[in-house]
């Protein structure tokens, strides 16, 4: 499903790493209504509405969404692979000038996690704890599939 939606190694690592922190429960993945990037419509850290653009004009055209135990809408996709062309069509620019490396994907999964990109700040200033454990996380999903995506 990921190999088929892109050429980009690290894009396809980084929308592995983004299904496997949203959607592993224990040893499985779980997921409501196909959404495995867990892509909501709740507001920005800016406090904007999300604006998916055009992309989400796309995928959304069923408009429909869940809401989450704390309250927030998250997105119906048709298909599991909407949802990973969701990810793809999203970040594909972006993601070009990013290396493979547990901590560059790790920044930027964090500052592309809604439909703004976040600030650099806020990254940069989070606690060395809880960088390292972002990056744990991040190092230890891409060891699960080492080699696959290449």
């Not at 997921?31 to 800016?46: C, H, M, P, R, W």
């Not at 004009?57 to 062309?85: A, T, W």
Request: aromatic share 14%; hydrophobic share 35%; charged share 25%.
């Amino acid at each position: 499903m990921i190999i088929s939606s892109t050429d980009n190694t690290t894009l396809r690592y980084a929308i592995f790493v983004k299904i496997h922190l949203s959607c592993l429960d224990n040893e499985s993945y779980k997921t409501y209504e196909n959404n495995y990037g867990g892509i909501s419509l709740d507001v920005t850290a800016k406090g904007n509405p999300m604006n998916w653009g055009e992309v989400g004009k796309k995928y959304f055209k069923n408009e429909k969404f869940y809401c989450s135990s704390d309250k927030i809408p998250y997105v119906f996709f048709n298909s599991p692979q909407d949802s990973v062309n969701f990810l793809v069509e999203i970040w594909e620019e972006k993601i070009k000038s990013i290396k493979f490396d547990p901590e560059e994907i790790s920044r930027f999964l964090f500052l592309n996690q809604t439909s703004e990109t976040g600030d650099l700040n806020i990254y940069n200033n989070l606690s060395l704890t809880d960088k390292s454990n972002l990056q744990e996380k991040v190092k230890a999903a891409i060891d699960k599939v080492s080699g696959t995506f290449k």
